[in-house]
């Protein structure tokens, strides 16, 4: 299928307007609907219904709505494993959650660029969900994931299994303070522990979600109290800018490699090598 039918139906969803998708992708409003057109006529359905509101999807359309991205992230797959740059001889597609880049994934890229400079690296940053189809496809060759789905075409491997910590700046402090709570969001199974921890903080003053670093600057700099990797605030507990909270719940905060089936395994062994050695490390 022609990758600018799926640049262009994508287009057209994000703005939800031919007139607006046609300006985004440079081209005339003809152009875009000749693409749509042509894509109804392969698929022999209609994507969507315009209107003077703009452009909406019909279900057909969300249907293909599920597979779209995944055309044009192995189209970029593809082109990227073909244009391997000069001077390496492969090259190695990662992803990983916000939340889990500081600092292991960043010390990872470190570690490769010392231990494997032949291999060429695409990183991104994504949700949990697209990580695992983008996995499932073959589009990533690994992700680094709080939360994996066990699914049939990829192997998981824990790499590390860490505790989440309440710290306070107070060294006083004894109980969670609502108040002076930041939350951080760390994923669905932490907040479902939280929840029957803390029945009380149940919609706290401050959320931070996918970036627990910001949490704990806001924390070090402002004062309050948080859950955070305690590996991220030993140094802050040993200065005593940070103190544990006594007698507070901890939970635990499990790390894993999700690595495709569809991927050369010498490849994969020697990020999971790096990987593992970072967390040992």
């Known amino acids: 299928m022609d990758i600018e039918l799926a640049r262009t139906f994508l287009e057209i969803v994000r703005t939800q307007s031919f007139i607006r998708a046609a300006e985004q992708l440079n081209v005339s409003q003809t152009t875009v609907s000749a693409r749509i057109r042509s894509l109804e006529e392969k698929l022999g359905k209609r994507m969507f219904v315009r209107n003077k509101s703009g452009a909406s ?3 057909e359309g969300q249907q293909f709505l599920r597979y779209a991205p995944t055309f044009l992230q192995l189209w970029e797959r593809a082109r ?18 916000l939340i889990l880049w500081h600092p292991w994934m960043l010390e990872w890229l470190h570690w490769m660029r010392q231990a494997a400079p032949e291999i060429a690296l695409r990183i991104q940053v994504d949700l949990p969900g697209s990580l695992m189809e983008q996995v499932t496809a073959g589009v990533l060759d690994l992700a680094i994931m709080y939360a994996p789905q066990y699914r049939p075409g990829v192997r998981v491997e824990l790499l590390l299994e860490e505790k989440l910590v309440l710290v306070s700046s107070d060294p006083d402090m004894r109980d969670c303070e609502p108040e002076k709570y930041v939350y951080v969001d760390w994923g669905p199974e932490f907040a479902k522990q939280h929840a029957m921890a803390f029945p009380e903080i149940s919609n706290p003053p401050i959320v931070v979600g996918g970036l627990g670093l910001l949490g704990l600057n806001y924390i070090v700099e402002g004062g309050g109290c948080g859950y955070f990797r305690k590996r991220m605030v030993e140094a802050h ?17 499990p790390v894993y490699a999700v690595c495709s089936a569809q991927s050369d395994e010498a490849l994969l062994e020697t990020a999971l090598e790096g990987l593992r050695r970072v967390v040992q490390e």
């Not at 040993?238 to 719940?249: C, D, E, T």
Request: charged letters at 10%; zero cysteines; hydrophobic letters at 40%.
């Open 57 to 59: 999807l019909t279900p």
């Open 80 to 97: 990227h494993q073909v244009a391997i740059p000069e001077g390496h001889r492969a090259s190695l597609a990662v992803g990983g959650e």
């Open 237 to 253: 507990l040993s200065s005593g800018k940070l103190h544990l909270v006594p007698g507070a719940p901890s939970f635990f905060y």
